[in-house]
């Protein structure tokens, strides 16, 4: 059996090209609204803490942006780097968002798609703190499963709960509110966009494979879920094909240090 690593920062080392090709990116307005409403742009200098393969970080250097792709896993680091070669504005930096290396005062903005619930909340928003310039904000994006979700998306939580003994605490840990609020400060905002990925069978194995939770090659529940989730496949397909829904969270908000008492 193949262990699952428990430092977060190695978890996604063995899921790296599943992970490059099969995750969702973000829709367009949640960018845009980056853009209105935390400072994103031509001129602005970014902090994409837990860049892993630069899904994100692309998205953000398309807004004009200098961007700072802060990953600590050397693999999801090098995947990024060869996405956004030749990206003038792109810089790719080993660290953590506990330690990220960066200059004080250095940033205007500071992000994290899908990564926030590895990061040790206090540290990292010290640090957060220490790098944003003055007046600067923070944003946490995430993909997450619609309340309401599809016959397929019930079928294929309904599955990952029966054989992959991590999933209710890898999923349950996302998005906490509570963390978030702490992190960003007593200022934080909501918006939601909707999101979606289409899917063959390879691409819903990978895009299944790609996450954390889910038990790899070696372990004894691998190969049952890989079973159940062609029965899935089968049963909601149409034109070969699954749609994934998502719903894009975009918690913001200025950061500021706390008050002198």
Not at 135 to 154: D, I, K
Request: aromatic content about 8%.
């Amino acid at each position: 059996m193949s262990a699952t690593p428990r430092n977060p920062t190695e978890r996604f080392s063995s899921r790296v090209e599943n992970y490059v090709r099969y995750r969702p990116s973000y829709p367009p307005a949640a960018i845009a609204l980056l853009q209105v409403r935390c400072g994103l742009g031509p001129g602005a200098a970014v902090a994409d803490l837990g860049s892993g393969t630069g899904i994100l970080t692309q998205l953000l250097l398309a807004s004009g942006a200098q961007v700072f792709g802060v990953e600590p896993n050397d693999g999801m680091r090098a995947a990024a780097e060869v996405l956004l070669a030749g990206a003038p504005r792109f810089h790719s930096v080993r660290g953590t968002a506990e330690d990220t290396t960066l200059a004080p005062d250095s940033v205007d903005l500071v992000v994290a798609g899908q990564a926030f619930h590895w990061f040790k909340v206090e540290p990292a928003r010290r640090e957060a703190l220490r790098v944003l310039r003055a007046g600067g904000h923070g944003a946490l994006l995430w993909n997450e499963h619609p309340s309401e979700g599809s016959a397929f998306l019930q079928d294929f939580e309904r599955l990952a709960r029966a054989h992959a003994p991590e999933y209710e605490q890898v999923v349950g840990s996302r998005a906490d509110e509570g963390a978030m609020r702490e992190f960003l400060g007593g200022a934080m905002e909501l918006a939601t966009f909707p999101n979606q990925q289409r899917f063959d069978y390879p691409g819903l194995i990978g895009r299944l494979m790609s996450s954390s939770w889910a038990p790899e090659a070696g372990h004894p529940q691998h190969a049952p879920l890989l079973a159940g989730m062609r029965e899935v496949f089968e049963r909601h397909a149409r034109n070969g094909t699954v749609i994934f829904p998502y719903l894009t969270l975009v918690y913001y908000g200025r950061m500021r240090p706390p008050s002198p008492r």
